[in-house]
């Protein structure tokens, strides 16, 4: 009883302390050959799904729901089946302590990233876990956020492969060198039609030298042309 008490006591100040926060505690623990998981109120409305207690004590229910969710949503099976696996590496003694990211369905039919972070406290004399403790954060901002970035430059190499195949079927000449490092402008890029027509040689970098360039041009008046001017002013 004031074992349980002190429980309470914990789990209290947990639950205040953690209140309308993006975070979550919960515990892993075995009391008389049986283990429990234990949550805090943060905990349950970080993860958004109803009937949390009853999930979590009882393995089969869980278990159901992750089935379920892997039928409806199988691009994330291979998620859910890392977190199982090493949330099982802890629990054995394999590892001490663990973190990663997985989708949770909520009650809302909706998919949140959340940030698991594990340690196991205590062991027993075979090594497996008697108290793991562990956070969860919801990192579905961050997720959506990287995801769109990642669909962005995906669109963008997709765009720029485009526009180069058209520069090259169209035989434009294009040079550019807004991208690189080069104060005294020495160097630029050029497409490959570009060097072809002119006939110049490219470095290892695949850069023409402003060198080599200038050795194309020639005088049509007492001033001729500045290459380096022409490069300044684009």
């Given at each position: 009883?004031?074992?349980?008490?002190?429980?309470?006591?914990?789990?209290?100040?947990?639950?205040?302390?953690?209140?309308?926060?993006?975070?979550?505690?919960?515990?892993?623990?075995?009391?008389?050959?049986?283990?429990?998981?234990?949550?805090?109120?943060?905990?349950?409305?970080v993860?958004?799904?109803?009937?949390?207690?009853?999930?979590?004590e009882?393995?089969?229910?869980?278990?159901?729901?992750?089935?379920?969710?892997?039928?409806?949503?199988?691009?994330?099976?291979?998620?859910?089946?890392?977190?199982?696996?090493?949330?099982?590496?802890?629990?054995?003694?394999?590892?001490?302590?663990?973190?990663?990211?997985?989708?949770?369905?909520?009650?809302?039919?909706t998919?949140?990233?959340?940030?698991?972070?594990?340690?196991?406290?205590?062991?027993?004399?075979?090594?497996?876990?008697?108290?793991?403790?562990?956070?969860?954060?919801?990192?579905?901002?961050?997720?959506?956020?990287?995801?769109?970035?990642?669909?962005?430059?995906?669109?963008?190499?997709?765009?720029n492969?485009?526009?180069?195949?058209?520069?090259?079927?169209?035989?434009?000449?294009?040079?550019?060198n807004?991208?690189?490092n080069?104060?005294?402008?020495?160097?630029?890029?050029?497409?490959?039609?570009y060097?072809?027509?002119?006939?110049?040689?490219?470095?290892?970098?695949?850069?023409?030298?402003?060198?080599?360039?200038?050795?194309?041009f020639?005088?049509?008046?007492?001033?001729?042309?500045?290459?380096?001017?022409?490069?300044?002013?684009?």
């Amino acid at each position: 009883i004031e074992k349980e008490a002190e429980l309470f006591k914990y789990q209290s100040l947990f639950d205040e302390g953690l209140k309308n926060s993006n975070i979550g505690v919960w515990w892993h623990d075995l009391v008389d050959g049986k283990y429990f998981f234990n949550q805090t109120a943060s905990y349950k409305q970080v993860m958004g799904i109803d009937g949390l207690e009853e999930k979590d004590e009882n393995s089969e229910v869980w278990s159901n729901y992750i089935e379920d969710f892997k039928k409806n949503y199988p691009m994330y099976i291979e998620y859910l089946d890392k977190d199982a696996e090493i949330f099982s590496k802890a629990v054995s003694g394999e590892i001490d302590s663990y973190e990663n990211i997985l989708p949770i369905l909520t009650s809302k039919n909706t998919i949140k990233w959340i940030e698991v972070r594990a340690t196991v406290i205590k062991r027993d004399e075979s090594g497996r876990s008697i108290l793991m403790v562990g956070v969860n954060v919801d990192v579905t901002d961050r997720m959506k956020s990287e995801q769109l970035i990642t669909e962005l430059q995906r669109k963008n190499h997709v765009l720029n492969n485009a526009n180069r195949s058209t520069i090259e079927t169209t035989g434009l000449l294009v040079w550019t060198n807004d991208r690189l490092n080069t104060d005294d402008y020495d160097k630029f890029y050029a497409n490959d039609a570009y060097i072809n027509t002119l006939g110049l040689d490219t470095d290892d970098d695949g850069l023409v030298s402003l060198k080599d360039y200038k050795t194309t041009f020639y005088d049509d008046d007492d001033e001729g042309l500045d290459g380096r001017a022409i490069l300044r002013s684009k």
